[in-house]
T-cell receptor
Framework: GDSVTQMEGPVTLSEEAFLTINCTYT??????LFWYVQYPGEGLQLLLK?????DKGSNKGFEATYRKETTSFHLEKGSVQVSDSAVYFC????????????FGTGTLLAVQP | DTAVSQTPKYLVTQMGNDKSIKCEQN?????MYWYKQDSKKFLKIMFS???????INETVPNRFSPKSPDKAHLNLHINSLELGDSAVYFC??????????FGPGTRLLVL
């Protein structure tokens, strides 16, 4: 079945460091891919998405490229801030009638000043 | 304006009790969802409703019963609560197959 695998956390970085959170997926078809972020004590917010191969999603300095050949959707940011500390979830969905999101296990990012 | 809201935010109760969680969205979406996040932060879909019709029921125990009185509301009733039901429950909504927007979550603790 379809699944999403994320790198285990926690990822601890100093402010202004470069961030990469790896995400790979297994899919029977051609899903859309998403990154959601969950700040402490809050719900999930959509960070970015890509709907087809080679699309790049970007938002708030974060970006991820849909790579069909490597079945990956790695999240990157050039310079992290303390305020980026959160749990990041990679997910896929086929849309359609069910439109259910299949999530990875989440990666905790801790940015230190 | 809160797009997807849930009540209550926190719920502490005893084993065996029956409780309900309410969700409302003011985005005009036609599809609503319930997700469960366990203690390890893993998120899994439980149910989805489209125009008040049940679309997804992901092998959830029948102690859990969703109810959608209209397109803007999706409630979750849980009978005979068990310790393993302790989790954060998230409601979400979308316009059919479009991006989902999540509520703030309801933190349920069963003692």
């Amino acid at each position: 079945g379809d699944s999403v695998t994320q790198m285990e956390g926690p990822v601890t970085l100093s402010e202004e460091a470069f961030l990469t959170i790896n995400c790979t997926y297994t899919a029977t078809g051609y899903p859309s891919l998403f990154w959601y972020v969950q700040y402490p004590g809050e719900g999930l917010q959509l960070l970015l998405k890509a709907t087809k191969a080679d699309d790049k999603g970007s938002n708030k300095g974060f970006e991820a490229t849909y790579r069909k050949e490597t079945t990956s959707f790695h999240l990157e940011k050039g310079s992290v801030q303390v305020s980026d500390s959160a749990v990041y979830f990679c997910a896929l969905s086929y849309g359609g009638a069910t439109n259910k999101l299949i999530f990875g296990t989440g990666t905790l990012l801790a940015v230190q000043p | 304006d809160t797009a997807v809201s849930q009540t209550p935010k926190y719920l502490v109760t005893q084993m065996g009790n029956d409780k309900s969680i309410k969700c409302e969205q003011n985005l005009g979406h036609d599809t609503m969802y319930w997700y469960k996040q366990d203690s390890k932060k893993f998120l899994k879909i439980m149910f989805s409703y489209n125009n008040k019709e049940l679309i997804i029921n992901e092998t959830v125990p029948n102690r859990f019963s969703p109810k959608s009185p209209d397109k803007a509301h999706l409630n979750l009733h849980i009978n005979s609560l068990e310790l393993g039901d302790s989790a954060v429950y998230f409601c979400a909504s979308s316009q059919t197959e479009k991006t989902q927007y999540f509520g703030p979550g309801t933190r349920l603790l069963v003692l």
